[in-house]
């Protein structure tokens, strides 16, 4: 069965940086869109990038929240997907899901990002 | 980039019906199919609707879901506290991003 799961999470102090990860199985994953999303703590769902399902040099979608901070990619060879997130902020803090699109079918469990001093 | 407007609550009794809508544009919901997705608590999100009205396996045909223009509807038959949860359609706008609305969340009364 399809399955996603994230990893990757912690507590990270503002400025800092955190890659997330997302392991899938179940699926040909190289023939899917991969998206992440995020949940900050009372609010709602927030989209904030997607990866293409091409092998050489997917195109990538970024939200303006993270644009120029957050980096997606993916490796199709270990069936993984990453964000980078680099010069975090506080309202970065969320519950970070993968999810395979479109729709968004499957979705991880999600984990958990902190961003404080 | 585009933010779908739903009503951030509604409510009614078990066993009744209840609808949520979701107002966009013409560049978004109006030019793309629309997506609807329930968020229990302490749950990853699950797609309940997608191609504006079409059920994945598995979703009750208590749900369903309908697009007319510019908005969306999910609909929510046979009420249960079981259905208590945040509600979100989601869609493409015109740039290629992805919009979730707003949320809605449903009391079961």
């Known amino acids: 069965q399809v399955q996603l799961v994230e990893s990757g999470g912690g507590l990270v102090k503002p400025g800092g940086s955190l890659r997330l990860s997302c392991a899938a199985s179940g699926f040909s994953f190289g023939d899917y869109y991969m998206t992440w999303i995020r949940q900050a703590p009372g609010k709602g769902l927030e989209w904030i990038s997607y990866?293409?399902?091409?092998?050489?040099?997917?195109?990538?979608k970024y939200a303006d929240s993270v644009k120029g901070r957050f980096t997606i990619s993916r490796d199709n060879a270990k069936n993984s997907l990453f964000l980078q997130m680099n010069n975090l902020r506080a309202e970065d803090t969320a519950v970070y899901y993968c999810?395979?699109?479109?729709?968004?079918?499957?979705w991880g469990q999600g984990t958990l990002v902190t961003v404080s001093s | 980039q585009s933010v779908l407007t739903q009503p951030p609550s509604v409510s009614a009794a078990p066993g009744q019906k209840v609808t949520i809508s979701c107002s966009g544009s013409?560049?978004?919901?109006?030019?793309?199919?629309v997506s609807w997705y329930q968020h229990l608590p302490g749950s990853s999100p699950k797609l309940l609707i997608y191609?504006?009205?079409r059920r994945p396996s598995g979703i009750p045909d208590r749900f369903s879901g309908s697009k007319s223009g510019t908005s969306a509807t999910l609909g929510i038959t046979g009420l249960q506290t079981g259905d208590e949860a945040d509600y979100y359609c989601?869609?493409?706008?015109?740039?290629?991003?992805?919009?979730f609305g707003e949320g809605t969340k449903l009391t079961v009364l």
């Open positions: 013409s560049s978004d919901i109006g030019n793309n199919f």
């Open positions: 999810a395979r699109m479109q729709p968004l079918d499957y």
């Open positions: 191609d504006n009205n």
């Open positions: 989601g869609t493409w706008d015109s740039s290629l991003n992805w919009v």
């Open positions: 990866i293409s399902s091409a092998s050489n040099s997917p195109s990538t």
